[in-house]
Nanobody, 118 residues
Framework: QVQLVESGGGSVQPGGTLRLSCAPS????????MGWYRQAPGKQRDLVAT???????HYADSVKGRFTISRDNANDTIYLQMNNLKPEDTAVYYC????????????WGQGTQVTVSS
C-alpha cells in the first residue's frame, strides 16, 4: 500500500512562510499530476495547486503569487512553498496523486495542519 508522507505544516503568524513536502513511500506508476488540496473546518476540500509531469502548474486564484508548487521528478516528491500566509489559508493540506488516464486509483496523503494566526 502506497503512502504519501507529508511534512512541513505548523503554526505561523500572518505574513509568515511555510514549506510543505510530500513524498510517496514507494514508486507510483502512471502519474498524470501531483498536487495539494486544502480543507478548512466546515468547508469542502479545494484545490490549491497542481503540477503535471511536464511541469505545467495550476493555482487557485486565492494563492496565485504567494504559493509555488514544485516537483522533484527523480523521486516524485512535491513541495509547496507558501509565502505571505493569511489567516484564510488555515486548513488541513492534503497531497494528491492524480492518475486519471490510467484507470488506476488516485492517492491521498493523511493531511498536515497549517494554522495562520496572530
Amino acid at each position: 500500500q502506497v503512502q504519501l508522507v507529508e511534512s512541513g505544516g505548523g503554526s505561523v503568524q500572518p505574513g509568515g512562510t511555510l514549506r510543505l513536502s510530500c513524498a510517496p513511500s514507494r514508486i507510483i506508476f502512471s502519474i498524470y499530476a501531483m498536487g495539494w488540496y486544502r480543507q478548512a473546518p466546515g468547508k469542502q476540500r479545494d484545490l490549491v495547486a497542481t503540477i503535471t509531469n511536464d511541469g505545467t502548474t495550476h493555482y487557485a486564484d486565492s494563492v496565485k503569487g504567494r504559493f509555488t508548487i514544485s516537483r522533484d521528478n527523480a523521486n516524485d516528491t512535491i513541495y509547496l512553498q507558501m509565502n505571505n500566509l493569511k489567516p484564510e489559508d488555515t486548513a488541513v493540506y492534503y497531497c494528491h496523486v492524480d492518475r486519471r488516464y490510467s484507470g488506476l486509483v488516485d492517492y491521498w496523503g493523511q493531511g498536515t495542519q497549517v494554522t495562520v494566526s496572530s
